[in-house]
């Protein structure tokens, strides 16, 4: 079983759509909590940062953490063709150096 | 543009063969980061460097090696290639005075084994 699982979808939805990402993990040591947004072709770039539980508003992107369920979940509010991309979840813990991804999920936005 | 660069872009290469992939960290970063991503594992973390010396090291192949240099660019070795690792390789800078691990990744280098 891997620490952090994402599903990949894809995942398609129309424009204007409330669209929610999820990833769960199993190691209860993880404090950070990113998401990542790869477009084809390019390198992941940092969209969300949280650290422990709580929620996190950035324009139209929502972050939530329930470590209790370890379960962390990305929202996009009126999404726009231009969010078609892979989001990544991930995760790492004081101390560590290393940040474990999950698979990623693919996502278009429809026109 | 995140700052961080890498080259080549591109590479084709044949079984048996030794690549170097290069990294330039984002100015006053001092930490590198290597990661493999390939459509079955996901992203990878292989090793980090921070200012010349290893700090960490993941799920990296003993026939996979790096380093940093004086100047913070870092370089991944990757020899015997394998049909298997034909992958993206990004590299991944931090800046210390920012966020805790955030990470700044750069455009990667598509590896082809053939």
């Known amino acids: 079983q891997k620490e952090v699982e994402q599903d990949p979808g894809p995942l398609s939805v129309p424009e204007g759509a409330i669209v929610s990402l999820n990833c769960t993990y199993s190691?209860?040591?993880?404090?950070?909590f990113m998401w990542y947004r790869q477009y084809s072709r390019k390198g992941p770039e940092l969209l969300m940062y949280?650290?422990?539980?709580g929620n996190k508003e950035d324009g139209r992107f929502t972050a939530q953490v329930d470590k209790s369920s370890k379960y962390i979940s990305l929202f996009i509010r009126d999404s726009q063709p231009s969010d078609s991309a892979t989001y990544l979840c991930a995760m790492t813990h004081q101390g560590a150096q290393k940040l474990v991804f999950g698979q990623g999920t693919r996502l278009t936005i429809n026109p | 543009d995140s700052g961080v660069t890498q080259t080549p872009k591109h590479l084709i290469t044949a079984t048996g063969q030794r690549v170097t992939l290069r990294c330039s960290p984002r100015?006053?970063?001092?930490?590198v980061y290597w990661y493999q991503q390939s459509l079955d594992q996901g992203l990878q973390f292989l090793i980090q460097?921070?200012?010349?010396?290893?700090?960490a090291k993941g799920n990296i192949l003993e026939r996979f090696s790096a380093q940093q240099f004086p100047d913070l660019h870092s370089e991944l070795n990757l020899s015997s290639l394998e049909l298997g690792d034909s992958a993206l390789y990004f590299c991944?800078?931090?800046?210390?005075?920012?966020?805790?691990?955030?990470?700044?990744f750069g455009p990667g280098t598509r590896l082809t084994v053939l």
């Open positions: 460097y921070y200012n010349g010396e290893e700090r």
């Open positions: 100015s006053g970063d001092l930490s």
């Open positions: 949280t650290y422990s539980s």
């Open positions: 991944a800078s931090r800046n210390t005075g920012g966020s805790y691990n955030e990470q700044f």
């Open positions: 190691n209860s040591a993880f404090q950070y």
